[in-house]
């Protein structure tokens, strides 16, 4: 039997959302949507985003709509997944071999183990400062006058990366001011703060000890430049720890990889409960 | 009819309240009127309703209040409650209070009836020992001897002392407010979605501090409201709260456990509202019968012996079976010896049957939630994907 189910995945920076048809040979992506939630009221954004991706779905009724990230407060929501769970089966979906998460948001990063079934294993979170975040990336990019687009492409062509510190997101800012001021290129204050954010990353990595492959999630999952620091930051390996033979994996749907792992969820809970002979998830009609 | 949103904002405004405005008008409306005073975790209040009295709970400032003066009067082992209660009274908070009743719940809560002997010579200060042994012959008679000995005492701080006609008539009062509180548990647990915690909570803890008349008509009313706005299923995990008896934990902290992803049906929050299990005998003596439905109705705690010695091992299935719930979090307060002290029981006993458990701890005053939201949230997802829910 088909069902149809939602994700939305409400980050710090975006809304995404994601309309999903599946059965027991698998499951396939009707439609997605996203938006920045800039500074506007995230409930409208939330409507707005999942109301696009409903509407280009094609589908008459959703049977489960199930919520990640801050979207706890969705009140048409039928369920609620937590992040590392969500992205973990989005990652799964997107790429088979993954056994290991990496999730960029705009605030945090987090790593996350889980095996062959999408569960999560054990996990590791970036502290509560924003250093080695999608909107730290953001936000240096504007200073220096970049599009998001170009941020990727321009740090790989960096020849002499400046170290920034990769510990507080202020103080990083006050090294790249400094660096302009000394007429370091674009290139290579782009390249330094990717070296940066991957060196956080890649010690999160090692830290869980995931030695297959990885799946980037989030948004800076396309930015080809941090995706070639953090090869190169895995490459080097510690002191304590070899370099592993992690391979990275990243995809154009990285993005709605939480989005993809609670609709996918949500399936599978709209399958449990109604086996249990507990149908009584509201349906929404489009 | 007052709407659901209505009567918890009312009972919010009471919570968030540290003047104890409620009360204070209470006391306004008539002269001679006086207000006393208790601490978790249970107090007879129907003796001092009995005596004319007002009977204000007492559970500290919660993350209202900063702690200056209440430091001074504790360790840094001590649990947060004592300290923030100190301090509600040396800032004059309290001074509306002619009494203060402190049941035995641990050492800390004995300290603090002394302090208050030292601090407050005026104000008449019992502190309450519960009858640990379920023996008529000894333990109730001893409780039905404190019993007499307080309804004497309080009668002379109010001036109106009881009879058995008006103690049994305060006796008919709790049980009904008792009563309600049993049926917002027993919708809770059926359709935990149309009673969210965070309002049943608000809704007791108000009725803390307003005459027991008036928490009956809220609660009628709340009632209602649900029956009339019966809220939106979700699909969430079903978890026992367990611990948080003495100091309660921050209105924040239900919240996210809530928006976690669980719907708690069972918990032990403001456990004196429902310390016994079942209506007092408002026949015969009323003193007897109050003594005798403490003996045989008080439910099992960390605040009372346990004779069984599987008693505690097997309470957790027994309570998870009877909310049919998933699982069961431990949330106690830091340095809570009665809490922490029965959790390594209770969770073996959890766990031996197969029951998924989490375990954290909490302060009146914690302020982040994200710890308390991971660790909740994805103990739900564990339940709700790889359980059996």
Known sequence: MKTVTAGIDVGSGAVKAVVMRSDENGAEILSHASSRIRKRDISSVVNEVFEQAAAESGADRIEYVASTGEGEDIPFATGHFYGMTTHARGALFLEPRARGVLDVGALHARAVAMDARGRVLTYKMTSQCASGSGQFLENIARYLGVSQAEIGPLSLEGKKPEIVSSICAVLAETDVINMVSRGISTSDILRGIHMSMAGRFARLLRSLEIDQVVFVSGGPAGDVGLLAALREALGKGTPEKPAAELELVSHPMSIHAGAIGAALWGAYRYHKLGTGGVAWTATVKI | ?389
């Open chain 2, 1 to 389: 009819m007052i709407s659901r949103a209505g009567i918890v904002d009312w009972a919010l405004g009471i919570f968030e309240d540290l003047e104890f405005g409620a009360a204070r008008a209470w006391l306004a409306e008539g002269p001679g009127r006086k207000a006393c005073g208790y601490l978790p975790v249970y107090a007879p209040r129907e003796v001092v309703h009995a005596s004319g009295m007002l009977a204000v709970g007492i559970h500290g400032g919660g993350d209202r209040l900063e702690i200056i003066k209440g430091d001074a009067f504790y360790q840094s082992y001590i649990c947060h409650l004592p300290r923030s209660v100190i301090e509600l009274a040396q800032t004059g908070r309290l001074d509306f209070l002619s009494a203060m009743l402190f049941p035995s719940t641990c050492d800390v809560i004995r300290n603090l009836s002394g302090m208050w002997q030292v601090l407050y010579p005026d104000v008449y200060v019992r502190y309450l020992e519960l009858p640990q042994v379920q023996d008529q012959a000894t333990g109730g008679a001893f409780w039905e001897g404190e019993l007499r000995l307080l309804l004497r005492e309080l009668g002379r701080v109010s001036g109106r002392p009881a009879d058995d006609a008006s103690l049994a008539e305060s006796i008919a009062l709790y049980n009904t407010a008792r009563g309600l509180i049993r049926e917002l548990y027993r919708m809770r647990r059926e359709a935990p979605w149309t009673v969210p915690t965070e309002e049943l909570y608000l809704l007791m803890r108000a009725g803390e501090g307003v005459p027991v008349e008036t928490f009956i008509e809220k609660a009628r009313a709340y009632m209602s409201a649900v029956e009339a706005e019966p809220g939106q299923r979700k699909d969430r995990s079903r978890v026992i709260v367990v611990g948080a008896f003495c100091e309660q934990p921050p209105l924040g902290l239900i919240k996210t456990i809530e928006r976690a992803g669980c719907y708690v049906v069972d918990d032990d929050f403001l456990l004196g509202n429902r310390f016994l299990d079942t209506d007092v005998s408002t026949d015969n003596d009323p003193v007897r019968a109050l003594a005798g439905g403490f003996l045989r109705h008080a439910v099992s705690s960390s605040i009372m012996f346990e004779p069984d010695p599987e008693g505690k091992r097997n309470l957790m299935r027994q309570r998870v079976q009877a909310a049919r719930a998933d699982g069961v979090i431990f949330a106690a307060p830091s340095f809570c010896d009665p809490a922490l002290l029965d959790r390594a029981m209770l969770r073996a006993g959890a766990e031996a049957d197969g029951i998924p458990c989490i375990a954290f701890k909490y302060a009146e005053n914690s302020a982040q939630f994200q710890q308390f939201r991971e660790q909740a949230g994805t103990f739900a997802d564990s339940m709700k994907l790889w359980g059996d829910s």
